[in-house]
């Protein structure tokens, strides 16, 4: 994205708006609050309200404290899914409240001020670059839904696994990392992107189901599913996609856990059944002493399971399913 030089600016409002004639036979005017869009028995939508303020003034707030709160840290801090280390904007670009062109020109302008340092803008602009790639590819292959980009990929011996993609929409796979992850998305309609390549590569690789099957799950889940970022990001796991990562990449989630959430913040705030695990054991709980989960009040298979599958034999057993594709 570098490559193209500075992006011009965006273009300023219009100072004045003329609105058409409302014409005399339509229904009265009204505003977006008087239609009680929201849910009310229940109200689900709660989890989402706390994080994420609709509209172009929520989106100018977002950036606003994403430029003065992390951006300095971002490439650092943006795989630790333990605190507010992204920017949050994606539901915004979604939906078309802020635009990419206006983002890229505000972290351009801050590193122009001496207010960022060229490291961190360059490395959230790559970023906003992926995005932009992802739309290429829907462009160019408008099914990219539903069909392997990688069209060899089509010979893939997926399983109808029920019970384990079941388990791990619900969060109960007994991998915290990624229970946690998506218990968040179930809550609040956000995933932190780390997670969400731990949680699709479990899916994929750890229980042999189709990657349009979690892609669907994500598109019904996610405040910020659209229809390029998220299946190319889903065949970018998979290895089905364009730039994918390697067959053979198939994260451990307990050691993802223990490198991108050390002391377990994300993990206690979303499974607190696990809170008062140390954050020796709260990635593997199943490999903790009994004092220490006896101490925890944690009893495995009651308050919170046991694995659904066994990390090393998940991992032979997709290694296997590769190579029948690739012969």
């Not at 388990?167 to 990624?178: C, E, K």
């Amino acid at each position: 994205m570098q490559a193209l030089g500075t992006l011009p600016a965006p273009i300023a409002a219009p100072a004045r708006l003329q609105a058409a004639p409302w014409p005399e036979e339509a229904p009265a005017r009204s505003t977006i609050e008087e239609l009680g869009l929201t849910p009310r028995k229940p109200d689900w939508s709660r989890g989402l309200a706390e994080n994420w303020r609709p509209g172009e003034k929520g989106a100018r707030a977002r950036l606003s404290a994403f430029l003065s709160q992390a951006l300095s840290d971002y490439p650092e801090a943006r795989d630790k899914p333990g605190g507010e280390t992204t920017s949050r904007l994606s539901p915004h670009l979604r939906f078309g409240e802020i635009s990419a062109r206006r983002i890229a020109s505000s972290i351009e302008n801050a590193l122009a001020a001496g207010q960022a340092q060229a490291r961190s803008a360059e490395k959230f602009l790559a970023e906003l670059g992926w995005r932009e790639f992802s739309y290429t590819l829907l462009y160019a292959f408008p099914d990219l839904a539903t069909r392997n980009w990688r069209s060899r990929f089509d010979a893939f011996p997926f399983v109808d696994d029920e019970s384990g993609f079941a388990a791990w929409t619900r969060g109960l796979t007994g991998y915290p990392i990624v229970d946690a992850g998506m218990r968040e998305l179930w809550r609040t309609g956000f995933m932190h992107n780390r997670v969400r390549m731990i949680a699709a590569s479990f899916l994929i690789k750890h229980l042999l189901c189709d990657w349009r099957r979690g892609e669907r799950w994500f598109w019904d889940t996610l405040c910020d599913a659209d229809p390029a970022n998220n299946p190319a990001s889903w065949q970018w796991v998979a290895g089905s996609g364009a730039d994918a990562a390697p067959y053979f990449r198939i994260f451990n989630p307990v050691l993802q856990g223990q490198k991108f959430d050390a002391e377990g913040q994300y993990v206690r705030r979303w499974i607190p059944e696990l809170a008062e695990l140390d954050a020796a054991a709260i990635h593997a709980p199943w490999l903790a002493s009994p004092v220490a989960l006896q101490k925890a009040g944690v009893t495995l298979s009651h308050s919170y399971p046991f694995p659904i599958v066994d990390h090393r034999f998940a991992r032979e057993r997709a290694l296997a399913a590769f190579k029948t594709m690739t012969g």
